[in-house]
C-alpha cells in the first residue's frame, strides 16, 4: 500500500492522497467556484450537508479558516466563545478569533476525557452588566486532539446541546476528526452533530485529502460564511481539483478510520513493552501518546533525529510527551518498524 520511504507518524496532516484520489483529481470536471460554477466543489458541498444532517455546507482551504469563519458568524466584536483550554481553537490557532474578530476566548478546562464540565460552562456564562462581555457560544472539539484523541460522546454533545439552547447560546463543533469520532463510537456522524449549530471537519487529516475542510449548518449561517469566507481570501475558483479528492475521502475513506484506530491501539501495547516510556489511557482513537520518563536522557530532538535514522518520523507534542498519529499511509509493518526502532533508540 504504502510508497513512502518513511513511517510518518507526525499527524494525520502528512496523508498524501491516494491513487484513487489523484485520478479523480486529474479528470474532475472545474469552474469558477466564486461564481458557483464549480460542478464538482457544488457536489461535495451538497454531500457534505447530506451527511452531517445539515442544510448547507462550504468548502474552505482549512480547518483554521473554517472555525474561525464559524465563530465571525457566532459572534460580534466583543462578544464571546466558552471553549476548552486545551482546545485547537484556542490553543493553536494564532489567536485568530481574537485577532480578526475581536471575539474573546474564556476558556474552561478541559476534563482529561476531553469534555467540558456542564458547571463550569455555566460558571462562565457572563452575567448581563455593562462590564461584561457578551456570552454568545460554546465550542466543544470531537475527537479532542490534546487530551489523547478522545472521543465525546453522542449523549455529552446532547447534553450540551440542551444547555447552550437552554441559555440561548450556540453550539459549534471543531469536529477536524468528528468521523474517527463517529467510527470509534460506531454511530451515525449524523446523530453525534446533531445537537450542533455549526459543525467544521477536515476531508485533509485521516481522509487523506491533500487539502480541504468544510464547514456546515444552516443555510443562513453557511451563506453568512460564504461572504467571509471571500473577505479572508478564500475564494478558490477552479478548485474542483481538491473537492474531487474530497468527494473520495467522503465515499471511500470514512469507511475505513477503525483501521488507524486499531493500529494506534497495537502501537500503544508494543510501545508499553519499551522501557522509559509512560503510556497511560488506551487510544479511543488514532492517537498514541506518551511521556518519557525520568531515565530517558536524550532530549525530544535527539529521539527525533535518532527515530528518522530508522526510517520513522515523529514528532513531540510538549516537553517529554510525543503523540503518534496513525492514518491511510502507516501499516501494520510501520506499526512493528516505529516500536522497534524505539526500542533500538532507548536502548
Ligand atoms: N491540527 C494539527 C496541528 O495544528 C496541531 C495536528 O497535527 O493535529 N482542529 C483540530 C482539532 C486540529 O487538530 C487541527 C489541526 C485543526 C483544527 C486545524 O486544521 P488545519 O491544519 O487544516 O488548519
Redesign the pocket.
Known sequence: MADIEFVDL????VTKPTPEMREAMAEAEVGDDVYGDDPTVNQLQVKAAEMLGKEAALFV???????LLALLVHCSRGEEVICGDK???YV??AGGMAVVGGIYPHPVPNQKDGTLRLEDIRASIQPDDQHRTITRLICL?N???ACGGVVLSVDYTQQVGQFAKENGLNLHI?G??IFNAAAALGVDVKELVAPADSV?F?L??GLSAPVG?MLVGGKDFIARAHRLRKMLGGGMRQVGVLAAAGMISLEKMTGRLKQDHARAKNLFEGLKQVPGLRLEAEPSSNMVYFTLEDQVKLTENQIIAEMKKHGVLVDWSAPREF?L?THYWVDDDGVEKTVKALGNVLK
Open positions: 507526525r499527524s494525520d496532516t482551504p482549512s480547518g483554521t479558516m473554517g472555525n482546545s485547537h481553537i493553536n490557532e472539539e475527537t479532542q486532539n471543531d477536524a476528526r467544521m477536515c485533509s487529516k475542510s503523540r498519529v
